[in-house]
């Protein structure tokens, strides 16, 4: 009976790098040899892949506290721990934005305020995507986009979820 060397799977990006502290993100790991990956491990937690092919696997986070974990790749031929970490992001706040009112053609820019918000993914006003730009983990500046008169929620998601910012967006004609 033949013996066959399996080289050691390697990863070479992680897609996306981080997920709620709920869990459930379904992660994407590529890069060689993961044909015969049987666990991926967040931190000290192992959830089982779905192998897609010898350069791709799936896997679903796990729930964890809040804060950053290495990635290990269990197959056949060993183990790889990944250079790309995984971060867990706990929920976001939108606790105010500025200024209150725009036009109905859009393109006010609004500062929105809150926590968690590093890993902000969209934001809509009144159910419209924005254009935004994150400029830390506390603010994120948004064009307002263009909507009929009236008054509009803004939420802002982000990979740990997504939070509405208490009051309105009005829009009025100038």
């Known amino acids: 009976m033949p013996f066959y060397y399996l080289p050691p799977p390697v990863v070479l990006a992680v897609s996306p790098s981080s997920g709620p502290v709920a869990g459930g993100a379904t992660v994407t790991l590529t890069g060689r040899g993961l044909d015969t990956a049987t666990s991926v ?34 197959a ?40 968690d918000l590093s890993t902000t993914t969209g934001v809509t006003f009144g159910g419209v995507p924005a254009t935004f730009a994150v400029l830390s983990a506390t603010q994120v500046a948004a064009i307002a986009p263009a909507h009929s008169l009236g008054a509009v929620s803004i939420t802002v998601i982000t990979t740990g979820g997504s939070a509405t910012a208490p009051g309105v967006f009005l829009y009025l004609l100038g």
């Open 41 to 74: 491990a967040f931190g000290a937690t192992n959830v089982t892949p779905t192998v897609v092919s010898d350069s791709e696997l799936t896997v679903v986070s796990p729930a964890h506290a809040a804060g950053v974990v290495s990635l290990a790749v269990t």
């Open 76 to 115: 056949q031929g060993g183990t790889d721990t990944t250079s790309d970490p995984f971060r867990f992001v706990g929920p976001p706040t939108a606790t105010g934005f500025s200024p209150l009112t725009g036009l109905p053609a859009g393109g006010t820019l609004v500062g929105i305020t809150g926590t």
